[in-house]
Structures are given as C-alpha cells and as structure tokens.
C-alpha cells in the first residue's frame, strides 16, 4: 500500500520560510515523478512544483519562481519543498503526489492527506 505523508506546515509571517516534507512508502520511490500541489479555500487544485525521478528536472508554477526549491532524497524516500519570502496567497493545503512527470493532476497516481500553510500578513 503506497503512503504519503506530509509534514513541515504552519504560520508563518510573510517574508517567511518554511520547508515541507514529504515521506513516502513506495518500495520503488526512485522510479516516480514527485510533485508539490496546493489547495486554497474556494479554489480550484494548484500546482506548484514537479521533479523528475532522478531529480534532474524541475518545474515550477510562475508564481513560485525565485522562491520555491523542490527536492528529493531517494535514499531517504523524501522529497521537499523549501518555501521562502512567503506571501499571504500562497496560504493552502499542500498536497505532496507521486506519479508521472508532468504539472496536471492526472499525471500523478498517489496523493497525500495534506498540509496546511498559513501565511499572515
């Protein structure tokens, strides 16, 4: 049974960082894409970032450029998101996925439950 599981949410003043993690149970972790989705209120599924398999590959959202790194550790089954000079809207629920390389939802097969990252003015 695949498992992800998020963590590394919370609030945190604008101009803030902050850094998820996302461990997953997947015995061939190293074969998928890994990407980073968001989910405000009363908005639509968002993505934010994607990396390859080998991380190689990066691929951001515009509206995270310059801010965002995404990462992994295959050996450690992890992947991250490093958030910096944090605005009010990137406050949502953070999805962590795994799947094929690429930035639509269809593209990944697993998902985690979520977490939650406010960001105050």
């Known amino acids: 049974q695949v498992q992800l599981v998020e963590s590394g949410g919370g609030l945190v003043q604008a101009g803030g960082s902050l850094r998820l993690s996302c461990a997953a149970s997947i015995r061939t972790f190293s074969a998928y894409a890994m990407g980073w989705f968001r989910q405000a209120p009363g908005k639509e599924r968002e993505f934010v970032a994607a990396i390859s398999w080998s991380g190689g590959s990066t691929y951001y959202v515009d509206s995270v450029k310059g801010r965002f790194t995404i990462s992994r550790d295959n050996a450690k089954n992890t992947v991250y998101l490093q958030m910096t000079s944090l605005k009010p809207e990137d406050t949502a629920v953070y999805y962590c996925?795994?799947?094929?390389?690429?930035?639509?939802?269809?593209?990944?097969?697993?998902w985690g439950q979520g977490t939650q990252v406010t960001v105050s003015s």
């Open positions: 996925a795994a799947g094929s390389y690429g930035f639509g939802p269809n593209n990944y097969d697993y």
